[in-house]
């Protein structure tokens, strides 16, 4: 099986900017997490969503949004971005959910706003 | 709110032998999960192991093993027989079991150094 894949891998973007950022799961899985990883705050859940609903949430602004698609891949989006949104994104794909045995993450994207 | 605590920035090793990497959390929840992740330096994160609160016996995936103390809100990874590929960050998380299952919180991280 292909493994996790996100794109793009990296991304500089000013603030102000909106940006959009994409992962696809490993085949037949259905959710997937979003998470910011940063030096500062370190490692942080943005999102879950399970066919196609988006089932957690994060302590994120409505600046971050997500959405996925029937085939389970699935899409972040930030709006007016800011310096503090530079990070790591880091998606992970699971059968069922994330207390899942079976939990793949991508390599991340690489966001760096200037 | 959960919280959880890796009170070990960085730890080092030598090779083939035992290290214990600690973290313990705070819960009111009677059902849960606790995880252990790896992230090696400029490679992806995996799951090196799980434990689910409900089961007393410790959590084994081959090297790696866990001591979960549930009274004491402990969970400790230990990694047997080191390798110089466990050289990584490892992260402790916590994960309600319910409907919000999906929703982590995860620790600072350790930094494990496997030294030859």
């Known amino acids: 099986k292909a493994g996790v894949t996100q794109t793009p891998r990296y991304l500089i973007k000013t603030r102000g900017q909106q940006v959009t950022l994409s992962c696809s799961p490993i085949?037949?899985?259905?959710?997937v997490s979003w998470y910011q990883q940063t030096p500062g705050q370190g490692l942080q859940f943005l999102f879950e969503?399970?066919?196609?609903?988006?089932?957690n949430k994060g302590n994120f602004p409505g600046r971050f949004s997500g959405r996925q698609f029937s085939n389970s891949r699935s899409e972040m989006n930030v709006s007016t971005l800011e310096l503090g949104d530079s990070a790591l994104y880091l998606c992970?794909?699971?059968?069922?959910?994330?207390?899942?045995?079976?939990?793949?993450f991508g390599p991340g994207t690489r966001l760096t706003v200037l | 709110a959960q919280t959880v605590t890796q009170s070990q920035p960085e730890m080092s090793v030598q090779e083939a032998e035992t290290v214990t990497l600690s973290c313990t959390y705070d819960?009111?929840?009677?059902?849960?999960?606790l995880f252990w992740y790896k992230q090696p330096p400029s490679r992806q994160m995996i799951l090196v192991i799980r434990?689910?609160?409900?089961?007393?016996q410790n959590a084994t995936e081959n090297r790696f093993s866990v001591n979960f103390q549930k009274a004491a809100k402990s969970f400790s990874l230990k990694i047997s027989d080191s390798q110089l590929g466990d050289t990584a960050m490892y992260f402790c998380?916590?994960?309600?079991?319910?409907?919000?299952?999906?929703?982590?919180?995860f620790g600072d991280g350790t930094t494990l150094t496997v030294k030859p």
């Open positions: 992970a794909s699971s059968p069922y959910g994330l207390w899942d045995n079976e939990q793949f």
């Open positions: 085949s037949g899985h259905r959710s």
């Open positions: 969503y399970f066919s196609e609903t988006q089932r």
């Open positions: 819960t009111s929840e009677n059902n849960y999960y």
């Open positions: 434990q689910e609160a409900y089961k007393q």
């Open positions: 998380a916590f994960m309600k079991a319910n409907t919000n299952a999906g929703k982590s919180t």
